[in-house]
Protein backbone atom coordinates (compact mmCIF):
# COMPACT_ATOMS: atom_id res chain seq x y z
CA UNK A 1 0.00 0.00 0.00
CA UNK A 2 1.29 3.40 -0.87
CA UNK A 3 1.59 6.59 1.56
CA UNK A 4 1.34 10.23 1.07
CA UNK A 5 2.78 13.06 2.07
CA UNK A 6 3.08 16.78 1.45
CA UNK A 7 5.78 19.12 0.23
CA UNK A 8 5.74 22.42 -1.34
CA UNK A 9 9.12 23.96 -2.88
CA UNK A 10 9.82 27.46 -1.46
CA UNK A 11 10.28 30.54 -3.56
CA UNK A 12 14.27 30.30 -3.63
CA UNK A 13 13.76 26.99 -5.14
CA UNK A 14 11.57 27.96 -7.80
CA UNK A 15 13.76 31.28 -8.48
CA UNK A 16 17.06 29.23 -8.74
CA UNK A 17 15.21 26.56 -11.15
CA UNK A 18 15.50 23.39 -8.82
CA UNK A 19 12.58 21.93 -9.41
CA UNK A 20 13.49 18.94 -11.29
CA UNK A 21 16.54 18.63 -9.17
CA UNK A 22 14.76 18.25 -6.10
CA UNK A 23 12.39 16.14 -7.66
CA UNK A 24 15.08 13.76 -8.39
CA UNK A 25 16.31 13.29 -4.74
CA UNK A 26 12.56 11.94 -4.34
CA UNK A 27 12.48 9.56 -6.98
CA UNK A 28 16.09 7.90 -6.33
CA UNK A 29 13.96 6.79 -3.47
CA UNK A 30 11.43 5.41 -5.09
CA UNK A 31 9.18 8.48 -3.87
CA UNK A 32 7.18 10.20 -6.75
CA UNK A 33 4.69 13.08 -7.31
CA UNK A 34 1.28 12.71 -7.23
CA UNK A 35 -0.52 15.64 -7.74
CA UNK A 36 1.59 19.32 -8.33
CA UNK A 37 0.79 22.78 -8.84
CA UNK A 38 2.68 26.28 -9.60
CA UNK A 39 0.79 28.78 -7.45
CA UNK A 40 1.39 32.29 -6.75
CA UNK A 41 0.77 32.83 -3.13
CA UNK A 42 -2.07 35.18 -1.49
CA UNK A 43 -1.26 36.53 1.97
CA UNK A 44 -4.13 34.87 3.28
CA UNK A 45 -3.27 30.99 2.23
CA UNK A 46 0.45 31.45 3.56
CA UNK A 47 -0.99 32.96 6.72
CA UNK A 48 -3.00 30.08 7.51
CA UNK A 49 -0.31 26.85 6.30
CA UNK A 50 1.92 29.34 9.09
CA UNK A 51 -0.68 29.94 11.45
CA UNK A 52 1.00 28.01 14.33
CA UNK A 53 4.48 28.92 13.71
CA UNK A 54 2.43 32.84 13.83
CA UNK A 55 1.00 32.52 16.56
CA UNK A 56 3.99 31.41 18.17
CA UNK A 57 6.19 33.62 16.89
CA UNK A 58 4.10 36.65 16.61
CA UNK A 59 3.66 39.48 14.18
CA UNK A 60 7.46 39.81 13.08
CA UNK A 61 7.46 36.25 12.02
CA UNK A 62 4.38 36.68 9.92
CA UNK A 63 5.83 39.82 8.53
CA UNK A 64 8.65 38.14 7.60
CA UNK A 65 7.01 34.79 6.31
CA UNK A 66 4.97 37.50 4.13
CA UNK A 67 7.85 38.84 2.42
CA UNK A 68 8.97 35.90 1.59
CA UNK A 69 6.00 34.42 0.07
CA UNK A 70 3.29 36.99 -0.81
CA UNK A 71 2.97 37.13 -4.69
CA UNK A 72 5.66 34.62 -5.00
CA UNK A 73 5.71 31.34 -7.04
CA UNK A 74 5.63 28.27 -5.00
CA UNK A 75 5.07 24.21 -6.02
CA UNK A 76 3.03 22.33 -3.72
CA UNK A 77 3.33 18.63 -4.36
CA UNK A 78 1.63 15.44 -2.90
CA UNK A 79 4.45 12.49 -2.85
CA UNK A 80 3.45 9.03 -2.88
CA UNK A 81 5.57 6.24 -1.78
CA UNK A 82 5.73 2.61 0.47
CA UNK A 83 4.99 3.19 4.17
CA UNK A 84 6.86 5.91 6.77
CA UNK A 85 6.68 8.44 3.64
CA UNK A 86 6.53 11.15 5.81
CA UNK A 87 9.58 10.33 7.96
CA UNK A 88 11.48 9.26 4.65
CA UNK A 89 10.71 12.56 2.93
CA UNK A 90 11.99 14.69 6.16
CA UNK A 91 14.86 12.53 5.72
CA UNK A 92 15.40 13.78 2.45
CA UNK A 93 14.55 17.14 2.93
CA UNK A 94 17.45 17.43 6.06
CA UNK A 95 17.30 19.47 8.34
CA UNK A 96 15.77 23.11 8.55
CA UNK A 97 18.82 24.95 8.59
CA UNK A 98 21.06 24.84 5.57
CA UNK A 99 23.71 25.23 7.60
CA UNK A 100 23.56 22.16 9.62
CA UNK A 101 21.97 19.79 7.08
CA UNK A 102 23.67 16.48 5.89
CA UNK A 103 25.42 16.12 2.48
CA UNK A 104 23.24 14.07 0.48
CA UNK A 105 20.05 16.19 1.77
CA UNK A 106 18.54 18.65 -0.44
CA UNK A 107 18.66 21.31 2.11
CA UNK A 108 22.57 20.06 3.07
CA UNK A 109 23.59 19.84 -0.64
CA UNK A 110 20.98 22.75 -2.36
CA UNK A 111 20.86 25.25 0.02
CA UNK A 112 23.73 27.27 0.02
CA UNK A 113 24.51 27.28 3.98
CA UNK A 114 21.94 29.26 5.24
CA UNK A 115 21.97 30.02 8.63
CA UNK A 116 19.67 31.25 11.35
CA UNK A 117 22.32 33.65 12.52
CA UNK A 118 22.31 35.16 8.66
CA UNK A 119 18.75 34.96 8.29
CA UNK A 120 18.76 37.06 11.96
CA UNK A 121 20.98 39.61 11.08
CA UNK A 122 19.44 40.48 7.14
CA UNK A 123 16.25 40.27 9.43
CA UNK A 124 14.39 37.88 6.93
CA UNK A 125 13.85 33.79 7.56
CA UNK A 126 16.17 31.48 6.69
CA UNK A 127 16.23 30.24 2.98
CA UNK A 128 15.63 25.98 3.08
CA UNK A 129 14.18 25.77 -0.29
CA UNK A 130 11.34 23.39 0.89
CA UNK A 131 8.59 22.51 3.57
CA UNK A 132 7.43 19.25 4.16
CA UNK A 133 4.96 17.77 6.64
CA UNK A 134 5.59 16.47 9.62
CA UNK A 135 2.36 14.40 10.64
CA UNK A 136 -0.87 12.61 8.79
CA UNK A 137 -2.81 15.70 10.29
CA UNK A 138 -0.61 18.31 8.39
CA UNK A 139 -0.24 16.65 5.43
CA UNK A 140 -4.20 16.26 5.10
CA UNK A 141 -4.44 19.96 6.39
CA UNK A 142 -1.74 21.26 4.04
CA UNK A 143 -2.97 19.61 1.12
CA UNK A 144 -6.31 20.52 1.23
CA UNK A 145 -5.21 24.01 1.66
CA UNK A 146 -2.89 24.00 -1.15
CA UNK A 147 -4.48 21.75 -3.96
CA UNK A 148 -8.13 21.67 -2.90
CA UNK A 149 -8.86 19.41 -5.43
CA UNK A 150 -6.85 16.75 -4.77
CA UNK A 151 -8.96 13.73 -3.12
CA UNK A 152 -6.94 12.44 -0.28
CA UNK A 153 -9.07 9.04 0.11
Given at each position: ?KD??????K????D??L??????Y??????Y?????L??V?????K?????????????F??KTL?MF???L?????????K????????????T??L???????????????S?PK???????V?????ASD???A?R?????????F???
Amino acid sequence: MKDITFVMLKPDAIDRKLVYEIISYFEKEGIYARSFDLQTVKAQIIKEHYAEHILKFGADFERKTLEMFENKLVMPIVLTGDKDVIAKVRKIVGATEPLKAEKGTIRGDLGEGDSYPKSTIENRLVRNLIHASDCVDAVRREAKLWLPDFSLD
